[in-house]
């Protein structure tokens, strides 16, 4: 397989850092990102603090069509996996 297809594969990790994009279009870049993802595929989710408030908007916008895993959570910033389901 070609280097050019590599995004079809569902266990592609893409990475998301938050902390560089200014906060008014943090969350549309996150919700854009998200709807790019093929099933299968994971948006891992870097930034300075817990976004809960935005974690509210995507489970009202995706329900169960996107996973939620934690796997860094503390004061110095989270990590976060999106599963596109």
Same mark, same amino acid.
């Given at each position: 397989?070609? !280097? $050019?297809?590599?995004?079809?594969?569902?266990? @592609? &990790?893409?990475?998301?850092?938050?902390?560089g &994009?200014?906060?008014?279009? *943090?969350? $549309? $870049?996150?919700? =854009?990102?998200?709807?790019?993802?093929?099933? =299968?595929?994971?948006?891992?989710? %870097?930034?300075?603090?817990?976004?809960?408030?935005?974690?509210? !908007?995507?489970? @009202? *916008?995706?329900?169960?069509? %996107?996973? &939620? !895993?934690?796997?860094? *959570?503390?004061?110095?910033? %989270?990590? &976060?996996?999106?599963? *596109?389901t």
């Open positions: 397989m070609s !280097q $050019a297809h590599l995004h079809l594969l569902p266990e @592609q &990790i893409y990475p998301f850092d938050a902390r &994009i200014a906060k008014r279009f *943090r969350h $549309a $870049a996150i919700f =854009g990102a998200l709807d790019a993802l093929n099933s =299968g595929e994971t948006m891992r989710f %870097v930034n300075d603090h817990d976004p809960l408030p935005l974690l509210d !908007q995507l489970t @009202q *916008r995706y329900g169960d069509d %996107v996973s &939620i !895993q934690y796997l860094e *959570r503390g004061p110095a910033g %989270v990590v &976060i996996d999106f599963v *596109r």
